[in-house]
T-cell receptor, first 113, second 114 residues
Framework: DGGITQSPKYLFRKEGQNVTLSCEQN?????MYWYRQDPGQGLRLIYY???????QKGDIAEGYSVSREKKESFPLTVTSAQKNPTAFYLC????????????FGSGTRLTVV | QKEVEQNSGPLSVPEGAIASLNCTYS??????FFWYRQYSGKSPELIMS????GDKEDGRFTAQLNKASQYVSLLIRDSQPSDSATYLC??????????????FGTGTQLKVEL
């Protein structure tokens, strides 16, 4: 079945450590997105990519980095520069171009310990 | 002013009643509108999309769009306890390069009571 796979489901990060969240899709979607969800703040866009080897910053990109070397994969690295990384991270993909809804992965819950 | 505004709730309705969820948006060039359902601890699931003024029905769900008033709503008929979740409103417009970005509201929590 087609879908988006995020791993790991739970991740614990120590202070000053970089961690990478995986996102893989087999929907043949061109566009992929990373959102962060905090209680009471909804979903906020971190980075998005409309095509391989190209990506743009979203509203809260500071302290994060991404790569898009393959159509199927869009990993997110949470760097030590991100001072408040504890959150629920959601990866999504969509058909592009055009106005289509997103399909979301199951999410990664990141906690700083 | 937030781009997408929703009442956070909780909105409580008895089982079998109609639940009405509302969303307003500020950008008049918004082109597409979506409703997502999110259960606690889970990821959002797309349940309705609407692109033109009027009503769109899918089973127990009806989405209503009024672009002049910048207002979109979701009606859930015959509400069931399994409908208890947070409902996210999202708007989209095609940006440069043809891609779209969704902007989400903070969501309305719905509780369907027995």
């Amino acid at each position: 079945d087609g879908g988006i796979t995020q791993s790991p489901k739970y991740l614990f990060r120590k202070e000053g450590q970089n961690v990478t969240l995986s996102c893989e899709q087999n929907l043949n979607h061109d566009a992929m997105y990373w959102y962060r969800q905090d209680p009471g703040q909804g979903l906020r866009l971190i980075y998005y990519s409309q095509i391989v080897n190209d990506f743009q910053k979203g509203d809260i990109a500071e302290g994060y980095s991404v790569s898009r070397e393959k159509k199927e994969s869009f990993p997110l690295t949470v760097t030590s520069a991100q001072k408040n990384p504890t959150a629920f991270y959601l990866c999504a993909s969509s058909i592009s171009p055009g106005n289509y809804g997103y399909t979301f992965g199951s999410g990664t819950r990141l906690t700083v310990v | 002013q937030k781009e997408v505004e929703q009442n956070s709730g909780p909105l409580s309705v008895p089982e079998g009643a109609i639940a009405s969820l509302n969303c307003t948006y500020s950008d008049r060039v918004s082109q597409s509108f979506f409703w997502y359902r999110q259960y606690s601890g889970k990821s959002p699931e797309l349940i309705m999309s609407i692109y033109s003024n009027g009503d769109k029905e899918d089973g127990r769900f009806t989405a209503q769009l009024n672009k002049a008033s910048q207002y979109v709503s979701l009606l859930i008929r015959d509400s069931q306890p399994s409908d208890s979740a947070t409902y996210l409103c999202a708007i989209s417009k095609v940006g440069t390069g043809g891609g779209n970005k969704l902007t989400f509201g903070t969501g309305t929590q719905l509780k369907v009571e027995l």
